[in-house]
C-alpha cells in the first residue's frame, strides 16, 4: 500500500519535505503512479546546487570526467524512470513502499544518531507524538542511497553509493552538517517513582575505573581490581579458560605492562608456588624444601619495598585430588593461612579453579577457607589474551556507516546470488570511454521496456544462500532473478567489455584504480549475475556486430555449447546457438566474475552455479518460452584465460560422456529434469548395471534375495515398480510419471527397512541412494541404546538440526534424485511434511519450505505406518515392541549351584527350558516393565541430545506444557495421502516366536554337547530378545545359529574348563544391564564373546 | 563523560506491584521485546525495564569496544543499575546472553536474586567433547563473514531462522530490533557471545533457577537445558515450551507469560 504523500511529508523536515515535494512532481509529470526513491534521486539531482550534486562532485571517480560522469548519472537516472510503467496521471503520485520506508529507516538511524537529540527531544516536547521524529535531508539521503535501485543506478555511472555516503556524513569543512562540538545531552525522562530520591542517582558512564587503560584483557584488569580491595582480596578465578587468565594475568604483571595493575600496586610481584606444592603434595618433594619456600617468601617480604608479594598457588585441582592425600594438603592450607594472616598488608594469594566442582570440593574441605584466604570469587567466562585482533575490526567496519549491506569483502563473491553492483570504477581511455557510452545509449532505448524492478526479489538474504550454497546448491534459484536486472546487467556487461578492450588494445594505458573510501581500498569488485532475454540478446548482438569487435570477443567457451543439448557443437557463438536451438528449453548460464583489482581484470574467473534447467511442459506451449542467456559468456574473455579451471572441467566432464548430456558437470544444476530423465533412462546401467528394473523377474528375485522374508509383499511391489517405472501408466499432462509411491502397512518395521534398502540397491546402485527418516522421531532415535535403532541407516540426524524434515528431504534429493526416500511413521508427520507430501504425489514436484520444488521424477517414497494392521495376533509371546526394545548388551553366563535345593536336584534340562519357557509365556509383564524402567535409567543416565522432548519430560522435575493437537488434521490427511499412493502392501508380523522357539532347542542342543545333561540352563528373557532382534536384523537366515554354534558354545566350553563339568550347577546366560557391546560377532548385533564369571 | 547510565541504558521503571521483576532482553533486541509479555506482570510487580549497551536503542558511542570484550563489563552495568535504583532482591529474566548475564550476577551477589529465569540460555553456544552446544566453530565463523559481508542481508535471513515459528510480525519485529544494531556492534557482541563459556562456573549460582526453553531453538538445544539443570548449583526446574524458536516472547507471548507466572509464583 502506498502512502498518501500529506502523511509521508510529516516525518520530514521543511527542508526534506520539499525535497520531496520536488519527487512528486517529477512522479506526476512522468505520469508515474508511485512516487519512488528514484524519483527523489532525479529532484535531488535536478538542483545545480543539491547536497547530493555536491556528495557526488566529492565522491566522483577521478577516472572520468565531472562532466561525463554527471550526464552518465542523469542518464541512467533518466532511463531507469522511463523504464516505470505510465499510468493515468495522478495529482498527488502516493509514496512507494520503498521510498516510505527509507524514510522509516532514516528515522531510526536519526534516533540513534546523537547529533540529532537535539532536535528529537524539541519536538518530544512540543508534540507529545514520540513517534514522529522529523527526518532531515541528510539522513533522508542517506537513506535513500540505501536503496537498491538507487544503488545502481548510481553504480551504472560509475559512482559508489558507500562513498556518497562517506562523503555527505564527512562534509568537507565548514558546511551545516558538521557534528555540533558539545557532545549531546540525553534528556530522557526518567523519573517514575524515583523523583523523591534526594541523592542524584546513576553512576559516570563509561566507568572511568578501567576505561583508561587500553592494554591488557579485562578479566587480567578484573583481578587487579580485587587486589585493590581492602577485604576478600585474593582472587580465585573458576572458570574453564581460569588458568590461561592468571597465566596471562602473571604475564602482564611480569613483563610490567602497562594499564593492568593500578598505580599504587606498580612494582607487585608474583612468587610461585605452584611447582612446590604441587612436589609435595604427590611426594616428590619434602617438607622442608616447602617449608624453605615459605620462609623464603616470609624474607621477601619483611624486606620488600614495594605493594607486596602475590603468592601463586596455581590449579586448586592440585589439593583436591583423589590420590592426594588429606593431611599434606591440610598442611599445606594451615601454612598458607598462616603466612597470610602474619603478612596480610603486603600478601596476595591467587589461585584458579577450572570447574566449579573443584572449587565446591575445596570449599566442602576446609569450610571456611573463603573467610581465612580472604577469597574472592571471580568467575572467568572467556578469554582473549588481548582485543587488538578486535580493534581493528570496527574501524574497519566503520562506524559511520548507519546501515550495513556494502561492506566490499571477498566473502560477497561467495554468493552468486546477491545482485549487488558495485561502482565498477573501470579505468577506460577516453575513447573506449565514448563507444561506450554510445553503445550504453543505444542500449537503453532498446531496453526501455522492460518492467520496472520489483527490489524485493533481487534482495534475496544471502545469508540463506550462503547456507543454501554449503547444503543444497541444487536448488534452482535461477528463478528468483528479476527482469529489471536485465539492463542494468547488460551495461554493467557492457561496461567490462570496453573496459576489456580498452586494456587489450591500449595496453599503455595505466591501471590507477580510483578508489575513493577506505573502504574499498584493495579490491573493485564486481560481483554480477546478468541475466537477458533472448529478444535483448538479439538486439544487442546486431549491435555488437556493427561495432566490429564482435569477431574479437565472442569467441564462447566449447563447454557452454556442449551443455546445451540441442545444439550442434561448433565455434558458433552463444546468440546464434540461442537463436537456432529449437527453443522448447530454457536455457539459463549463471556466471559470477570475481575481479581484482592487482590482477589483471577477469584473470580470476569462477563458475560456481552452472545450471541447466530445462523444463518443458509441452510443446504446445512454446510460444511464450523465453531464453535466459547469461550476459557473461556473451562476453567471453574467460576461456582465454589459464585459470578458470573449473569451466574446464565442466567441458571435460561433460565432453567425456557422450550420450549422457550434462550429467556430472556440479551437483549444483541437478534440478534439470532433463537430466533426470536422460539418467534414469539408462540407470539400469549407470547405477550399478546389474538390474533392468523393467524386468519385473529380475527385480522380484534380487528383492526377495536380499531380504530373505516377506514373500507376497515383495511380490506385489516389485510388480508395482516395474508398473510404475515403466511410464506408461501414470500421466500428469502429457508426461508419463516415473515415480513411485509405496505404503508399507502392518509390522516387521524392520523387513521394512529392508526392503527399502534393496530397493535402493537394486534400483539406484547402493544403499547411499536410501533417504530415511523416522518422522516420530524427527532428527533422533528413539531409544539411543535399542539394538534395533542402532542400525545406521543413512539418516536424518543432529547435523540437520534446525532444518525440518522437508528440507532435509530436498537437501537430499537434490543431491540424489534417484533415490528411495523412506519415510517411517508417516502418521507422525508434521503438517509442513504433509503439505509437502501431498503437493508432491500429486504434481511429481517435492516443494520444500521455501517453497521451491524439486522434480521426482525417478524417485521412490516408501512410506510406512504400523497402525491398522490385520495381523495383530493376540496371545504371542514375544511382540515386535517387546524385540524392540532390546538392547545391545554384553551376554554373561553365571554359574551356580543348586546344592541346598533338594527339590530341584532331580529336574532335567528339558523342563527347565519348559520352566524358561513358562516363565516367559505367564509372567511377560513383569520383565517388560522391568525393561520400560531400565529404559527411563538409562535415558537419567545417557543423556543423548537427540532425546525427544518427551524423554525428557518424562524425567521429574521438568513440565511441559500444552501443545497443540493435531491428529484429527492428520487423520483426514493420511486417508487422502493413502488413496493417491501407487499401492499399499501390508506386510507380516516376524515370527519371533516359532523362532524363539527354534533358537531355544539349538541353544539346548549346543548346551547338552558341552556340559552334559546334568546342568540346568536358564536364559533369561532379556538375552532371548537380544537374540530375537539380531536375528530379525540379520541379512542371513541361520546368523544367529552360527553365532550360537561358535560364541555361545566357546563360552559352554569355558565355563565347563573354570567350573567342571559337576552336577547340579545351573547355568544362567543373563543380560549386563549397564554394560554394552563393545565388540561385536562379525554380521550379526551380538557381542563377539560372552564373558564367563 | 559522566552520562547517566539509567538514561544511557534506556532504564525505565513500569508496573504497580510490590515485588521487583527485571526483564532483560537479549542478543538483538531491545527492551521492546517484553512488550507483549509486560501487560501480564504490570499489576503484580514493579517492573526494571533496560537496554544491553548493544542494543540498537542506545546510543552506539556509548558501546566501548575496549570495555565491554567479556560479559562481566554487561554484568556491571545491570549490577549498577539494581544498585543505582536501591533494589534489594528481584526476579530476573534474562533472554539469551542476559540469561548469562544473570548467571553471572547472581554469582557475583546472590543476595540480590531471589530468581533466575532463563529464557533460551546457553553456557556455550560451540560444541565440546562431551557437550553439544548446537555450533562448531566454522559454521560461526561462516555466521561472521556473513554477517561481516552484508549484514542487511545477514539480518534478513537470522531473523526469520532465529524466531524459528512461523509468526511473520515477530519476525519483522527481531528484524527490525537487529537491524538498528550496528553491524560493527552486532559482530563484535556476537564474537563475545560465542567466546564466552559459563560452564565452569554454573556450580556457583546458589538461587533457584528456571530454565525455559523452546523445543526447537536453532541457537540452543534442548540438551543444553539440561545441562543448566544439572550443573546450576541452585534448586533448578526445566520448562519446556512447545514452540519453536529462540525468541518465544515474541513469537508466543501469551504460552510464555503463562509459564513465566508459573515460574514466578514458586
Same mark, same amino acid.
Given at each position: 500500500?502506498?502512502?498518501?504523500?500529506?502523511?509521508?511529508?510529516?516525518?520530514?523536515?521543511?527542508?526534506?519535505?520539499?525535497?520531496?515535494?520536488?519527487?512528486?512532481?517529477?512522479?506526476?509529470?512522468?505520469?508515474?503512479?508511485?512516487?519512488?526513491?528514484?524519483?527523489?534521486?532525479?529532484?535531488?539531482?535536478?538542483?545545480?546546487?543539491?547536497?547530493?550534486?555536491?556528495?557526488?562532485?566529492?565522491?566522483?571517480?577521478?577516472?572520468?570526467?565531472?562532466?561525463?560522469?554527471?550526464?552518465?548519472?542523469?542518464?541512467?537516472?533518466?532511463?531507469?524512470?522511463?523504464?516505470?510503467?505510465?499510468?493515468?496521471?495522478?495529482?498527488?503520485?502516493?509514496?512507494?513502499?520503498?521510498?516510505?520506508?527509507?524514510?522509516?529507516?532514516?528515522?531510526?538511524?536519526?534516533?540513534?544518531?546523537?547529533?540529532?537529540?537535539?532536535?528529537?527531544?524539541?519536538?518530544?516536547?512540543?508534540?507529545?507524538?514520540?513517534?514522529?521524529?522529523?527526518?532531515?535531508?541528510?539522513?533522508?539521503?542517506?537513506?535513500?542511497?540505501?536503496?537498491?535501485?538507487?544503488?545502481?543506478?548510481?553504480?551504472?555511472?560509475?559512482?559508489?553509493?558507500?562513498?556518497?555516503?562517506?562523503?555527505?556524513?564527512?562534509?568537507?569543512?565548514?558546511?551545516?552538517?558538521?557534528?555540533?562540538?558539545?557532545?549531546?545531552?540525553?534528556?530522557?525522562?526518567?523519573?517514575?517513582?524515583?523523583?523523591?530520591?534526594?541523592?542524584?542517582?546513576?553512576?559516570?558512564?563509561?566507568?572511568?575505573?578501567?576505561?583508561?587503560?587500553?592494554?591488557?584483557?579485562?578479566?587480567?584488569?578484573?583481578?587487579?581490581?580485587?587486589?585493590?580491595?581492602?577485604?576478600?582480596?585474593?582472587?580465585?578465578?573458576?572458570?574453564?579458560?581460569?588458568?590461561?587468565?592468571?597465566?596471562?594475568?602473571?604475564?602482564?604483571?611480569?613483563?610490567?605492562?602497562?594499564?593492568?595493575?593500578?598505580?599504587?600496586?606498580?612494582?607487585?610481584?608474583?612468587?610461585?608456588?605452584?611447582?612446590?606444592?604441587?612436589?609435595?603434595?604427590?611426594?616428590?618433594?619434602?617438607?622442608?624444601?616447602?617449608?624453605?619456600?615459605?620462609?623464603?617468601?616470609?624474607?621477601?617480604?619483611?624486606?620488600?619495598?614495594?605493594?607486596?608479594?602475590?603468592?601463586?598457588?596455581?590449579?586448586?585441582?592440585?589439593?583436591?585430588?583423589?590420590?592426594?592425600?588429606?593431611?599434606?594438603?591440610?598442611?599445606?592450607?594451615?601454612?598458607?593461612?598462616?603466612?597470610?594472616?602474619?603478612?596480610?598488608?603486603?600478601?596476595?594469594?591467587?589461585?584458579?579453579?577450572?570447574?566449579?566442582?573443584?572449587?565446591?570440593?575445596?570449599?566442602?574441605?576446609?569450610?571456611?577457607?573463603?573467610?581465612?584466604?580472604?577469597?574472592?570469587?571471580?568467575?572467568?567466562?572467556?578469554?582473549?589474551?588481548?582485543?587488538?585482533?578486535?580493534?581493528?575490526?570496527?574501524?574497519?567496519?566503520?562506524?559511520?556507516?548507519?546501515?550495513?549491506?556494502?561492506?566490499?569483502?571477498?566473502?560477497?563473491?561467495?554468493?552468486?546470488?546477491?545482485?549487488?553492483?558495485?561502482?565498477?570504477?573501470?579505468?577506460?581511455?577516453?575513447?573506449?570511454?565514448?563507444?561506450?557510452?554510445?553503445?550504453?545509449?543505444?542500449?537503453?532505448?532498446?531496453?526501455?521496456?522492460?518492467?520496472?524492478?520489483?527490489?524485493?526479489?533481487?534482495?534475496?538474504?544471502?545469508?540463506?544462500?550462503?547456507?543454501?550454497?554449503?547444503?543444497?546448491?541444487?536448488?534452482?534459484?535461477?528463478?528468483?532473478?528479476?527482469?529489471?536486472?536485465?539492463?542494468?546487467?547488460?551495461?554493467?556487461?557492457?561496461?567490462?567489455?570496453?573496459?576489456?578492450?580498452?586494456?587489450?588494445?591500449?595496453?599503455?594505458?595505466?591501471?590507477?584504480?580510483?578508489?575513493?573510501?577506505?573502504?574499498?581500498?584493495?579490491?573493485?569488485?564486481?560481483?554480477?549475475?546478468?541475466?537477458?532475454?533472448?529478444?535483448?540478446?538479439?538486439?544487442?548482438?546486431?549491435?555488437?556486430?556493427?561495432?566490429?569487435?564482435?569477431?574479437?570477443?565472442?569467441?564462447?567457451?566449447?563447454?557452454?555449447?556442449?551443455?546445451?543439448?540441442?545444439?550442434?557443437?561448433?565455434?558458433?557463438?552463444?546468440?546464434?546457438?540461442?537463436?537456432?536451438?529449437?527453443?522448447?528449453?530454457?536455457?539459463?548460464?549463471?556466471?559470477?566474475?570475481?575481479?581484482?583489482?592487482?590482477?589483471?581484470?577477469?584473470?580470476?574467473?569462477?563458475?560456481?552455479?552452472?545450471?541447466?534447467?530445462?523444463?518443458?511442459?509441452?510443446?504446445?506451449?512454446?510460444?511464450?518460452?523465453?531464453?535466459?542467456?547469461?550476459?557473461?559468456?556473451?562476453?567471453?574473455?574467460?576461456?582465454?584465460?589459464?585459470?578458470?579451471?573449473?569451466?574446464?572441467?565442466?567441458?571435460?566432464?561433460?565432453?567425456?560422456?557422450?550420450?549422457?548430456?550434462?550429467?556430472?558437470?556440479?551437483?549444483?544444476?541437478?534440478?534439470?529434469?532433463?537430466?533426470?530423465?536422460?539418467?534414469?533412462?539408462?540407470?539400469?546401467?549407470?547405477?550399478?548395471?546389474?538390474?533392468?528394473?523393467?524386468?519385473?523377474?529380475?527385480?522380484?528375485?534380487?528383492?526377495?534375495?536380499?531380504?530373505?522374508?516377506?514373500?507376497?509383499?515383495?511380490?506385489?511391489?516389485?510388480?508395482?515398480?516395474?508398473?510404475?517405472?515403466?511410464?506408461?501408466?501414470?500421466?500428469?499432462?502429457?508426461?508419463?510419471?516415473?515415480?513411485?509411491?509405496?505404503?508399507?502397512?502392518?509390522?516387521?518395521?524392520?523387513?521394512?527397512?529392508?526392503?527399502?534398502?534393496?530397493?535402493?540397491?537394486?534400483?539406484?546402485?547402493?544403499?547411499?541412494?536410501?533417504?530415511?527418516?523416522?518422522?516420530?522421531?524427527?532428527?533422533?532415535?528413539?531409544?539411543?541404546?535399542?539394538?534395533?535403532?542402532?542400525?545406521?541407516?543413512?539418516?536424518?540426524?543432529?547435523?540437520?538440526?534446525?532444518?525440518?524434515?522437508?528440507?532435509?528431504?530436498?537437501?537430499?534429493?537434490?543431491?540424489?534424485?534417484?533415490?528411495?526416500?523412506?519415510?517411517?511413521?508417516?502418521?507422525?508427520?508434521?503438517?509442513?511434511?504433509?503439505?509437502?507430501?501431498?503437493?508432491?504425489?500429486?504434481?511429481?514436484?517435492?516443494?520444500?519450505?521455501?517453497?521451491?520444488?524439486?522434480?521426482?521424477?525417478?524417485?521412490?517414497?516408501?512410506?510406512?505406518?504400523?497402525?491398522?494392521?490385520?495381523?495383530?495376533?493376540?496371545?504371542?509371546?514375544?511382540?515386535?515392541?517387546?524385540?524392540?526394545?532390546?538392547?545391545?548388551?554384553?551376554?554373561?553366563?553365571?554359574?551356580?549351584?543348586?546344592?541346598?535345593?533338594?527339590?530341584?536336584?532331580?529336574?532335567?534340562?528339558?523342563?527347565?527350558?519348559?520352566?524358561?519357557?513358562?516363565?516367559?509365556?505367564?509372567?511377560?509383564?513383569?520383565?517388560?516393565?522391568?525393561?520400560?524402567?531400565?529404559?527411563?535409567?538409562?535415558?537419567?543416565?545417557?543423556?543423548?541430545?537427540?532425546?525427544?522432548?518427551?524423554?525428557?519430560?518424562?524425567?521429574?522435575?521438568?513440565?511441559?506444557?500444552?501443545?497443540?493437537?493435531?491428529?484429527?488434521?492428520?487423520?483426514?490427511?493420511?486417508?487422502?495421502?493413502?488413496?493417491?499412493?501407487?499401492?499399499?502392501?501390508?506386510?507380516?508380523?516376524?515370527?519371533?516366536?516359532?523362532?524363539?522357539?527354534?533358537?531355544?532347542?539349538?541353544?539346548?542342543?549346543?548346551?547338552?554337547?558341552?556340559?552334559?545333561?546334568?546342568?540346568?540352563?536358564?536364559?533369561?528373557?532379556?538375552?532371548?530378545?537380544?537374540?530375537?532382534?539380531?536375528?530379525?536384523?540379520?541379512?542371513?537366515?541361520?546368523?544367529?545359529?552360527?553365532?550360537?554354534?561358535?560364541?555361545?558354545?566357546?563360552?559352554?566350553?569355558?565355563?565347563?574348563?573354570?567350573?567342571?563339568?559337576?552336577?547340579?550347577?545351573?547355568?544362567?546366560?543373563?543380560?549386563?544391564?549397564?554394560?554394552?557391546?563393545?565388540?561385536?560377532?562379525?554380521?550379526?548385533?551380538?557381542?563377539?564373546?560372552?564373558?564367563?564369571? | 563523560?559522566?552520562?547517566?547510565?539509567?538514561?544511557?541504558?534506556?532504564?525505565?521503571?513500569?508496573?504497580?506491584?510490590?515485588?521487583?521483576?527485571?526483564?532483560?532482553?537479549?542478543?538483538?533486541?531491545?527492551? /521492546? +521485546?517484553?512488550?507483549? &509479555? %509486560?501487560?501480564?506482570?504490570?499489576?503484580?510487580?514493579?517492573? @526494571?525495564?533496560?537496554? *544491553?549497551?548493544? !542494543?540498537?536503542?542506545?546510543?552506539?558511542?556509548?558501546?566501548?569496544?575496549?570495555?565491554?570484550?567479556?560479559?562481566?563489563?554487561?554484568?556491571?552495568?545491570?549490577?549498577?543499575?539494581?544498585?543505582?535504583?536501591?533494589?534489594?532482591?528481584?526476579?530476573?529474566?534474562?533472554?539469551?546472553? /542476559? +540469561?548469562?548475564?544473570? &548467571? %553471572?550476577?547472581?554469582?557475583?551477589?546472590?543476595?540480590?536474586? @531471589?530468581?533466575?529465569? *532463563?529464557?533460551? !540460555?546457553?553456557?556455550?553456544?560451540?560444541?565440546?567433547?562431551?557437550?553439544?552446544?548446537?555450533?562448531?566453530?566454522?559454521?560461526?565463523?561462516?555466521?561472521?563473514?556473513?554477517?561481516?559481508?552484508?549484514?542487511?542481508?545477514?539480518?534478513?535471513?537470522?531473523?526469520?531462522?532465529?524466531?524459528? +515459528?512461523?509468526?511473520?510480525?515477530?519476525?519483522?519485529?527481531?528484524?527490525?530490533?537487529?537491524?538498528?544494531?550496528?553491524?560493527?556492534?552486532?559482530?563484535?557482541?556476537?564474537?563475545?557471545?560465542?567466546?564466552?563459556?559459563?560452564?565452569?562456573?554454573?556450580?556457583?549460582?546458589?538461587?533457584?533457577?528456571?530454565?525455559?526453553?523452546?523445543?526447537?531453538?536453532?541457537?540452543?538445544?534442548?540438551?543444553?537445558?539440561?545441562?543448566?539443570?544439572?550443573?546450576?548449583?541452585?534448586?533448578?526446574?526445566?520448562?519446556?515450551?512447545?514452540?519453536?524458536?529462540?525468541?518465544?516472547?515474541?513469537?508466543?507471548?501469551?504460552?510464555?507469560?503463562?509459564?513465566?507466572?508459573?515460574?514466578?509464583?514458586?
Amino acid at each position: 500500500m502506498p502512502t498518501p504523500v500529506g502523511t509521508a511529508r510529516q516525518c520530514l523536515t521543511d527542508e526534506a519535505a520539499r525535497a520531496l515535494d520536488d519527487a512528486v512532481a517529477v512522479a506526476r509529470r512522468r505520469n508515474h503512479a508511485q512516487t519512488t526513491s528514484l524519483h527523489a534521486v532525479s529532484a535531488l539531482l535536478a538542483l545545480p546546487s543539491s547536497t547530493l550534486r555536491d556528495a557526488c562532485s566529492r565522491a566522483r571517480s577521478s577516472a572520468y570526467l565531472p562532466r561525463l560522469q554527471f550526464r552518465a548519472l542523469e542518464l541512467s537516472v533518466g532511463v531507469s524512470l522511463d523504464r516505470l510503467p505510465t499510468s493515468k496521471s495522478v495529482d498527488e503520485p502516493p509514496i512507494s513502499n520503498s521510498l516510505m520506508a527509507a524514510i522509516k529507516r532514516s528515522q531510526a538511524n536519526q534516533r540513534r544518531h546523537p547529533e540529532s537529540f537535539h532536535m528529537h527531544q524539541l519536538q518530544q516536547q512540543q508534540q507529545s507524538s514520540l513517534s514522529c521524529v522529523k527526518v532531515e535531508l541528510k539522513h533522508f539521503i542517506l537513506s535513500i542511497l540505501d536503496d537498491p535501485i538507487v544503488s545502481r543506478v548510481f553504480g551504472e555511472a560509475g559512482f559508489g553509493s558507500a562513498d556518497i555516503k562517506l562523503s555527505l556524513l564527512h562534509p568537507p569543512s565548514s558546511s551545516r552538517f558538521s557534528r555540533p562540538r558539545c557532545p549531546p545531552l540525553f534528556l530522557c525522562n526518567f523519573t517514575s517513582g524515583f523523583d523523591s530520591d534526594p541523592t542524584p542517582l546513576g553512576f559516570p558512564f563509561p566507568f572511568p575505573g578501567f576505561s583508561g587503560s587500553p592494554n591488557g584483557d579485562a578479566n587480567s584488569r578484573r583481578i587487579a581490581g580485587i587486589l585493590t580491595k581492602s577485604e576478600r582480596r585474593n582472587p580465585l578465578l573458576v572458570g574453564i579458560c581460569a588458568n590461561e587468565a592468571l597465566r596471562s594475568f602473571s604475564d602482564s604483571v611480569e613483563r610490567n605492562r602497562d594499564g593492568v595493575l593500578p598505580e599504587e600496586l606498580k612494582g607487585l610481584k608474583i612468587i610461585y608456588l605452584e611447582k612446590v606444592l604441587c612436589e609435595f603434595l604427590n611426594g616428590t618433594g619434602t617438607e622442608e624444601l616447602m617449608d624453605l619456600k615459605f620462609k623464603e617468601v616470609g624474607q621477601i617480604l619483611e624486606t620488600c619495598s614495594g605493594p607486596g608479594i602475590v603468592l601463586g598457588i596455581g590449579e586448586l585441582k592440585s589439593l583436591v585430588d583423589d590420590g592426594v592425600s588429606m593431611d599434606a594438603v591440610n598442611r599445606v592450607v594451615a601454612k598458607l593461612t598462616e603466612l597470610l594472616k602474619f603478612h596480610w598488608k603486603k600478601l596476595w594469594l591467587i589461585g584458579a579453579a577450572s570447574g566449579d566442582d573443584t572449587y565446591s570440593k575445596f570449599l566442602n574441605r576446609f569450610p571456611e577457607i573463603e573467610k581465612d584466604w580472604d577469597l574472592n570469587l571471580l568467575p572467568i567466562t572467556s578469554f582473549m589474551p588481548s582485543i587488538e585482533g578486535f580493534s581493528s575490526k570496527p574501524s574497519l567496519m566503520g562506524s559511520f556507516v548507519p546501515f550495513g549491506g556494502f561492506f566490499t569483502s571477498p566473502a560477497d563473491f561467495k554468493i552468486p546470488l546477491t545482485c549487488k553492483s558495485i561502482a565498477m570504477t573501470q579505468p577506460r581511455c577516453h575513447l573506449c570511454n565514448e563507444k561506450y557510452e554510445q553503445e550504453a545509449s543505444a542500449m537503453r532505448k532498446g531496453g526501455a521496456a522492460t518492467s520496472v524492478a520489483d527490489q524485493h526479489s533481487e534482495k534475496l538474504p544471502s545469508w540463506l544462500q550462503m547456507a543454501e550454497l554449503d547444503t543444497n546448491k541444487g536448488l534452482d534459484t535461477a528463478k528468483a532473478k528479476d527482469d529489471s536486472t536485465a539492463l542494468n546487467a547488460k551495461l554493467i556487461g557492457l561496461e567490462k567489455k570496453w573496459n576489456d578492450i580498452c586494456l587489450r588494445l591500449h595496453q599503455t594505458q595505466p591501471c590507477p584504480l580510483p578508489v575513493n573510501s577506505q573502504l574499498k581500498s584493495d579490491n573493485v569488485c564486481t560481483d554480477s549475475r546478468f541475466v537477458s532475454n533472448l529478444k535483448e540478446s538479439n538486439s544487442r548482438s546486431s549491435s555488437l556486430d556493427e561495432s566490429g569487435y564482435e569477431n574479437q570477443n565472442l569467441s564462447l567457451p566449447v563447454d557452454t555449447q556442449n551443455i546445451s543439448p540441442p545444439r550442434a557443437n561448433g565455434s558458433i557463438s552463444p546468440l546464434c546457438g540461442v537463436k537456432n536451438a529449437d527453443l522448447h528449453q530454457k536455457v539459463s548460464v549463471s556466471i559470477s566474475l570475481q575481479l581484482e583489482a592487482n590482477v589483471p581484470p577477469l584473470s580470476r574467473c569462477t563458475l560456481p552455479n552452472l545450471s541447466v534447467p530445462l523444463d518443458n511442459p509441452s510443446p504446445s506451449s512454446v510460444t511464450s518460452v523465453t531464453t535466459d542467456l547469461g550476459l557473461g559468456t556473451l562476453y567471453a574473455p574467460i576461456c582465454h584465460e589459464p585459470k578458470n579451471s573449473r569451466l574446464q572441467d565442466h567441458s571435460e566432464c561433460v565432453q567425456n560422456r557422450p550420450g549422457s548430456v550434462s550429467t556430472e558437470h556440479d551437483d549444483a544444476s541437478e534440478n534439470s529434469s532433463y537430466r533426470r530423465a536422460k539418467i534414469s533412462s539408462c540407470c539400469g546401467l549407470d547405477s550399478g548395471g546389474q538390474l533392468d528394473p523393467k524386468d519385473f523377474k529380475s527385480l522380484w528375485g534380487a528383492l526377495t534375495e536380499k531380504v530373505g522374508r516377506q514373500d507376497e509383499a515383495i511380490c506385489l511391489i516389485s510388480h508395482t515398480v516395474t508398473r510404475c517405472r515403466m511410464g506408461n501408466e501414470k500421466f500428469r499432462g502429457a508426461k508419463p510419471r516415473r515415480d513411485v509411491w509405496l505404503h508399507f502397512l502392518g509390522c516387521d518395521i524392520v523387513g521394512k527397512r529392508k526392503i527399502a534398502a534393496a530397493l535402493a540397491e537394486i534400483l539406484f546402485g547402493s544403499r547411499e541412494n536410501l533417504i530415511f527418516i523416522d518422522l516420530r522421531t524427527q532428527g533422533g532415535i528413539s531409544n539411543p541404546l535399542s539394538l534395533v535403532c542402532r542400525q545406521d541407516l543413512n539418516g536424518y540426524d543432529a547435523r540437520f538440526r534446525g532444518k525440518t524434515v522437508v528440507d532435509f528431504i530436498a537437501t537430499e534429493l537434490c543431491k540424489k534424485p534417484h533415490s528411495v526416500v523412506f519415510l517411517e511413521n508417516i502418521d507422525s508427520a508434521d503438517l509442513l511434511a504433509q503439505s509437502s507430501l501431498s503437493q508432491a504425489i500429486r504434481t511429481g514436484k517435492f516443494p520444500d519450505s521455501h517453497r521451491r520444488e524439486i522434480s521426482i521424477s525417478d524417485t521412490i517414497f516408501v512410506t510406512t505406518s504400523t497402525k491398522n494392521s490385520l495381523y495383530r495376533k493376540e496371545g504371542t509371546e514375544y511382540t515386535e515392541e517387546r524385540i524392540l526394545r532390546a538392547k545391545n548388551c554384553q551376554i554373561k553366563i553365571i554359574v551356580e549351584s543348586i546344592s541346598g535345593d533338594t527339590t530341584r536336584s532331580g529336574i532335567d534340562v528339558n523342563v527347565l527350558a519348559n520352566r524358561e519357557s513358562e516363565v516367559n509365556s505367564t509372567g511377560p509383564q513383569e520383565p517388560s516393565e522391568f525393561q520400560e524402567r531400565a529404559c527411563k535409567r538409562s535415558r537419567k543416565t545417557f543423556l543423548d541430545l537427540n532425546l525427544p522432548v518427551q524423554g525428557i519430560e518424562e524425567d521429574c522435575g521438568y513440565v511441559s506444557c500444552e501443545s497443540d493437537s493435531i491428529s484429527e488434521n492428520s487423520e483426514a490427511w493420511l486417508e487422502e495421502f493413502y488413496e493417491q499412493v501407487d499401492e499399499k502392501v501390508e506386510l507380516k508380523p516376524f515370527d519371533f516366536d516359532s523362532r524363539a522357539k527354534k533358537l531355544m532347542e539349538k541353544i539346548m542342543y549346543s548346551f547338552r554337547e558341552t556340559m552334559g545333561s546334568k546342568c540346568l540352563l536358564e536364559v533369561h528373557p532379556e538375552v532371548m530378545g537380544q537374540l530375537l532382534a539380531a536375528a530379525w536384523l540379520s541379512d542371513r537366515m541361520m546368523a544367529v545359529e552360527d553365532w550360537i554354534d561358535q560364541v555361545m558354545c566357546r563360552s559352554f566350553v569355558e565355563a565347563r574348563q573354570k567350573y567342571g563339568p559337576a552336577a547340579r550347577t545351573m547355568i544362567k546366560l543373563v543380560a549386563c544391564e549397564n554394560l554394552f557391546v563393545e565388540e561385536h560377532a562379525p554380521g550379526i548385533c551380538l557381542p563377539a564373546r560372552i564373558v564367563v564369571n | 563523560m559522566g552520562i547517566n547510565l539509567l538514561e544511557a541504558l534506556n532504564v525505565r521503571v513500569v508496573g504497580s506491584g510490590e515485588k521487583i521483576l527485571v526483564l532483560a532482553h537479549g542478543f538483538g533486541t531491545d527492551q /521492546s +521485546a517484553w512488550q507483549r &509479555i %509486560l501487560p501480564f506482570f504490570l499489576p503484580h510487580y514493579r517492573i @526494571i525495564l533496560y537496554d *544491553l549497551v548493544c !542494543a540498537g536503542s542506545v546510543n552506539p558511542d556509548y558501546f566501548d569496544f575496549r570495555r565491554y570484550t567479556s560479559l562481566d563489563a554487561y554484568v556491571d552495568d545491570l549490577l549498577n543499575i539494581l544498585d543505582a535504583l536501591r533494589v534489594d532482591r528481584c526476579y530476573y529474566v534474562g533472554h539469551s546472553v /542476559s +540469561a548469562m548475564i544473570g &548467571i %553471572l550476577a547472581s554469582i557475583r551477589r546472590p543476595d540480590l536474586f @531471589i530468581k533466575l529465569i *532463563l529464557l533460551g !540460555a546457553s553456557p556455550r553456544f560451540l560444541n565440546d567433547k562431551n557437550y553439544h552446544g548446537g555450533f562448531e566453530q566454522g559454521e560461526i565463523e561462516k555466521v561472521f563473514s556473513a554477517m561481516e559481508a552484508n549484514y542487511e542481508a545477514w539480518v534478513n535471513g537470522f531473523a526469520p531462522l532465529s524466531v524459528g +515459528a512461523d509468526v511473520p510480525a515477530a519476525v519483522q519485529e527481531f528484524s527490525r530490533t537487529l537491524f538498528n544494531m550496528r553491524p560493527d556492534i552486532t559482530l563484535f557482541v556476537s564474537r563475545t557471545v560465542f567466546n564466552s563459556d559459563l560452564r565452569g562456573v554454573l556450580g556457583l549460582v546458589r538461587i533457584p533457577c528456571c530454565i525455559i526453553q523452546s523445543a526447537q531453538d536453532v541457537s540452543v538445544p534442548v540438551s543444553v537445558a539440561a545441562y543448566l539443570k544439572n550443573h546450576l548449583g541452585g534448586r533448578n526446574t526445566v520448562e519446556i515450551l512447545h514452540t519453536e524458536g529462540h525468541l518465544p516472547h515474541l513469537s508466543a507471548p501469551n504460552l510464555l507469560a503463562r509459564v513465566l507466572q508459573r515460574a514466578l509464583s514458586r
